[in-house]
Each structure stands twice: as structure tokens, then as C-alpha cells.
């Protein structure tokens, strides 16, 4: 029998104090340096991160950290959830992130999120730049409309199926199906309602565009990242995105859908390794490392 | 050009292993429409039972999938351009493609409906392939 083979990731439990409330967040880190924090996508967990968290090429350059939201994956959800339906706000969200930052004392990290991780890292930077160190947005948006799907919600569907099936087809064709049904795997995973709980956050329509214009990409550089296959986050709406962000870099992935980190990681890592080996000495300086 | 794909679906779908996996408590009559031409696909148990060409208009359905034949065109292609990629895909950014009737019935199905109209393009690579 072969012998077993273990992951650089490691997985770990933290109860972290969150607007009032004691939070256990679980999280998976791998890596030295400064540290990149990860935030998944609506619906999901921290899995998705999992090349990147095993790529020793971007480990050995930074800790590479990323944890599941409350309600997510293997980290409890928050208050009396059973007396109301689940709904993220941007402010909550906000502090979450925060909250993680200082709890595990991971400095002034890079930021790095997709999808409605995405659109926090924006904020983020636009206002918390003496937080972070950088942000990367992943198929992040200014304006998007039309992304409200109430059936995610409905207790007549089955919502893990549906979610399921809808991720599958945010992928792009190209990418490798194993890596398209893993990703749909995590999502049928889920907890009934908080995929379009998470979605209610960018509300209807999403418009950050006022907050764009507050971000410094000299205290705080910007990446913007997106998927050419993409039809929730449309490449054309990240460009709007960085056009209003002086100073940020806009990159328009091919052959990529919703999903870069976990639907086709290898093509993805030919696009943020360049952001990342920029990023570094910015970061490094911030973090107190060489 | 969609008459005979749509004329090959279903035995695609019924020799397909996904949809049989995802379609076994489904039973509905789907109308499918490009342009002027109609179809009706009666799934049964998780098969298709029959396939109806120009359905007469006193013929019920469940849900409809509607689109002109160019959008179709472009969603059967093997590499499918952007937006074009899946029926959810169709229903968020082109308008032109109309999901209506039982919807409640299709997207309790949804993973089923999506595999059958994937599977256009299997039909279509078969028209290619027998000419």
C-alpha cells in the first residue's frame, strides 16, 4: 500500500471576537512570509483555495491564509440563525475581515477575494487601506445587475442540487470538468439559504462605483482579475471597476469562468503570480519582513 | 439544421449516463422552440418517451424553452461563446432566450433540463459527424 501523502495545508479552529459575538472561524494556512488572506466565493468555503494552498511556488514567497465565513463550510454560523433567514451586509462582512486580520494577528495581509470576495476587497481597500496591504479582486464588479435568483431560496427546490448545477454552469467550458464538479461539490455542501443569502450582500443592482474612487493604489495596489467566461461578473463590469480606480491593473482571463482558483487553477496561477510577485515588496515592507 | 438535431436528442439523452443520474424522479413534457419550429420533448422516468415534431397547438406542456435559431446555434457550438455557455447562463444575459411555464417544475429539475439541452451539442456533433 502506498504510503499516505499529506498536504503543506494545514487546517485549524480559532474563536475570534466578532462584533460582540464569539466566532469560531475555521481556517487553512500553508506558507511563510507575508500573508495573503483568501476569502471564497458566495456560498462556498475556504476549499476552493486549496491549489494555491498547496503551490509551493506562492507558499514559499507568503503565508497563504483562508478561512471559511461564519455560516460556511466548517465555521459555526452566528447568532439565533434559525429565527431569521441568513443575510450578509457589507458593513457585517466588513467586520468579519477585520476581525480574522487582528484575531489571528496576520499584520496588514494582501487581500485577495473572489466573486462577492471580490467586492469586499474593494471596499476594503477603499476604506481600510492602513488595514491591508493590497487587494486582489477576482471577477469583482462595479455595477452588475440581474444576478438575483430567489429559487436559490425556495424550500420547494432542492437548493443543494440547484446550487450545484447553476456553479456548474458558471465555469467556462474550457476548464477541466474534475475541477468544474469539484467546485459544485462544495457548493452542494452549502446550508440551505446561505448561497442566496451571500448573493442579497451585493444587493440589486451592485454599485460600488462611488466607492471605487476613494481607493489609494499607492498606500493600497489594486488587481483586478476576471474571467473572460464569466456572465455574472462580466469582464466588461471589472473594466468599469478599474477604470475608476486610478493605478489599478486589469487583467481579462481567456478560457476562464466564475471560478479561476478552483475551476482551472493552473491556467489561473499563469495570471496571478505576476500580481503577486508585484505585490511582494509592497506587502513585505508593510508586514515587517524582508 | 436544428430539425436534425433535435431528431437525434433522444437517443443522446437516453444513452447519456448524467442525465439518467440526474433525471430519475423527472417527468415533464418540454416545449422546445427555435424560431418558428417547435418540438415537444416527453421525458418519463428519467427517459425520453417520445418526441413530438410541430406539436398541435392544443398539445399541453409544462415549460418552454424558447430562442430565436441564432441563439441556439451559438449555445451548440462545442466551444460555446460567452454567455451562451448554459441555459442559466441564456437566462440571465440573453434576452432573446425565454425560460417559461412550470419554471418551478424545471429548476426543480434543473440539473436535468441543463444536461438535455448540453446535449444538443452532442447531436449536432453527430449530424457533423454522419455527413
Known amino acids: ?233 462580466l469582464p466588461e463590469a471589472t473594466r468599469e471597476a478599474g477604470a475608476l480606480i486610478p493605478g489599478a491593473q486589469v487583467t481579462i482571463m481567456p478560457e476562464i469562468g466564475h471560478f479561476p482558483m478552483i475551476e482551472h487553477y493552473q491556467r489561473f496561477r499563469e495570471y496571478v503570480s505576476p500580481v503577486l510577485r508585484d505585490m511582494r515588496p509592497h506587502a513585505a515592507a508593510r508586514y515587517g519582513v524582508e | 439544421m436544428m430539425d436534425a438535431w433535435v431528431s437525434l436528442l433522444p437517443g443522446a439523452v437516453n444513452g447519456d449516463r448524467e442525465f439518467a443520474c440526474a433525471a430519475r424522479f423527472f417527468s415533464a413534457d418540454i416545449l422546445l422552440e427555435s424560431g418558428t419550429r417547435q418540438w415537444l420533448v416527453r421525458i418519463r422516468d428519467g427517459r425520453v418517451a417520445a418526441l413530438l415534431d410541430a406539436p398541435r397547438f392544443d398539445t399541453p406542456w409544462d415549460f418552454a424553452l424558447r430562442a430565436p435559431e441564432d441563439v441556439w446555434e451559438r449555445f451548440t457550438r462545442a466551444l460555446p461563446p460567452p454567455l451562451f455557455t448554459d441555459i442559466w447562463a441564456m437566462r440571465m444575459r440573453v434576452p432573446e432566450f425565454h425560460w417559461e411555464g412550470n419554471t418551478m417544475l424545471a429548476v426543480r429539475h434543473a440539473r436535468a433540463v441543463a444536461r438535455m439541452t448540453e446535449l444538443l451539442r452532442v447531436s449536432r456533433e453527430q449530424c457533423v459527424g454522419s455527413r
Open chain 1, 1 to 233: 500500500m502506498a504510503a499516505a501523502e499529506l498536504e503543506q495545508a494545514v487546517g485549524r479552529y480559532a474563536s475570534i471576537d466578532v462584533a460582540g459575538e464569539r466566532a469560531r472561524i475555521y481556517f487553512e494556512e500553508a506558507g511563510s512570509g507575508p500573508v495573503l488572506l483568501c476569502l471564497h466565493t458566495a456560498g462556498a468555503d475556504s476549499r476552493q483555495f486549496r491549489y494555491l494552498l498547496n503551490d509551493s511556488e506562492i507558499t514559499r514567497a507568503w503565508r497563504v491564509v483562508a478561512f471559511d465565513l461564519p455560516f460556511h463550510g466548517r465555521s459555526q454560523p452566528l447568532g439565533t440563525w434559525w429565527e431569521s433567514p441568513y443575510r450578509l451586509q457589507a458593513a457585517h462582512y466588513e467586520r468579519i475581515v477585520l476581525a480574522v486580520i487582528e484575531g489571528l494577528g496576520l499584520g496588514r495581509p494582501v487581500i485577495m477575494g473572489c466573486s462577492m470576495g471580490g467586492q469586499i476587497v474593494l471596499r476594503l481597500a477603499a476604506h481600510h487601506a492602513d488595514r491591508i496591504a493590497g487587494a486582489i479582486g477576482i471577477e469583482s464588479a462595479a455595477y452588475v445587475t440581474g444576478r438575483i435568483n430567489e429559487y436559490l431560496e425556495n424550500p420547494g427546490i432542492d437548493r443543494c442540487e440547484l446550487a450545484a448545477g447553476y456553479t456548474l454552469g458558471l465555469c467556462a467550458p474550457q476548464s477541466p470538468e474534475i475541477y468544474r464538479r469539484e467546485n459544485a461539490w462544495y457548493y452542494a455542501q452549502g446550508a440551505p439559504g446561505v448561497y442566496a443569502g451571500d448573493l442579497a450582500f451585493y444587493g440589486e443592482p451592485w454599485d460600488a462605483r462611488a466607492e471605487l474612487a476613494r481607493v489609494d493604489t499607492r498606500a493600497c495596489p489594486v488587481a483586478l482579475l476576471t474571467g473572460e467566461y464569466d456572465y455574472s461578473c
